[in-house]
């Protein structure tokens, strides 16, 4: 499998490129990153150095790719957190590129906006330019509960109006969603929730809830799911899978005491995850 990756890169800790390509490569696949912005570090230090690369330039990367004959060997493109306006026309026009020549290619779109606790943390167009131009070009798309409110103009809480809000995120073109972090107030205490749904049902997972916050998490869990989304065709899979292993990142960081992501670490945890979670059909 080959996963074209247009994200942002930090050269300490894991987000975007930096959180995403090695998992993938641990499990198998094949992944051309294309850096979007190349920080130190990811901005929730609050200080930061580097430059955000101009759209003119990420697409030049992106052209000279195309032009090494391997677009239509790509079986997906993913993009995560997009810094700038410009960035999702070059991301549109590199999905209908590799489409062209490899029709069967999906396009994967972590629509990365803000959550429930901060609100939006993105320049204000970004919200409006992916709901408006670049989620209705994705087959997958990997939203938390309230990105998923904002792109269907709903405030989804229960499971019910979840699904529901899905259903209307499918009728915006995508044909998969990943919901990557379900809230509803009659769930166990103590767990978080996700839920995947596609043309074949809706699968919801249960894990506990770990008491952090660890940039880069969502990242991960977009680029696990689309790889065993696309080689499997099973939500449920994908699901179960991803929820593993991304559990268990996560429960090795809170365990290490460190504030960024032991991806490294890890890695056992993508190549073997422990499936110790299993996805009840919900549709």
């Known amino acids: 499998m080959k996963i074209l990756s247009i994200q942002s890169a930090v050269a300490f800790g894991h987000v975007g490129n930096s959180a995403a390509v090695f998992p993938l490569q641990r499990i198998g696949v094949e992944v051309l990153p294309v850096y979007t912005v190349n920080f130190s570090n990811h901005t929730g230090y609050g200080a930061w150095r580097g430059p955000m690369i101009a759209p003119d330039d990420v697409r030049e990367v992106i052209t000279g790719i195309e032009e090494r004959g391997v677009f239509g060997q790509i079986d997906a493109v993913l993009s995560g957190y997009q810094g700038g306006e410009g960035i999702g026309d070059v991301i549109i026009d590199a999905v209908a590129r590799v489409k062209s020549a490899n029709p069967n290619a999906v396009y994967a779109c972590d629509p990365v906006m803000g959550?429930?606790?901060?609100?939006?943390?993105?320049?204000?167009?970004?919200?409006?330019?992916?709901?408006?131009?670049?989620?209705?070009?994705?087959?997958?798309?990997?939203?938390?509960?309230?990105?998923?409110?904002?792109?269907?103009?709903?405030?989804?809480?229960?499971?019910?109006?979840?699904?529901?809000?899905?259903?209307?995120?499918?009728?915006?073109?995508?044909?998969?969603?990943?919901?990557?972090?379900?809230?509803?107030?009659?769930?166990?205490?103590?767990?978080?929730?996700?839920?995947?749904a596609d043309g074949k049902g809706a699968w919801l997972v249960q894990t506990p809830h770990l008491p952090m916050k660890a940039n880069g998490s969502g990242d991960v869990t977009a680029a696990l799911f689309t790889a065993h989304y696309v080689e499997t065709g099973s939500a449920r899979i994908a699901l179960e899978r991803t929820a593993s292993s991304v559990y268990d990142l996560l429960k090795a960081t809170l365990e290490s005491g460190e504030r960024e992501l032991q991806l490294v670490e890890a890695q056992e945890f993508y190549a073997n995850p422990q499936m110790q979670f299993t996805a009840r059909q919900v549709r």
């Not at 709901?131 to 709903?154: H, K, M, S, Y």
């Open 115 to 196: 959550n429930a606790k901060s609100g939006c943390f993105v320049a204000p167009a970004i919200p409006v330019l992916l709901r408006e131009r670049v989620v209705p070009v994705a087959d997958i798309i990997t939203p938390n509960q309230f990105e998923l409110g904002f792109l269907t103009d709903t405030e989804p809480d229960t499971l019910e109006s979840t699904l529901a809000s899905v259903d209307l995120a499918h009728a915006m073109g995508p044909r998969t969603v990943l919901v990557t972090s379900v809230e509803r107030p009659d769930r166990e205490e103590g767990t978080i929730e996700m839920l995947a």
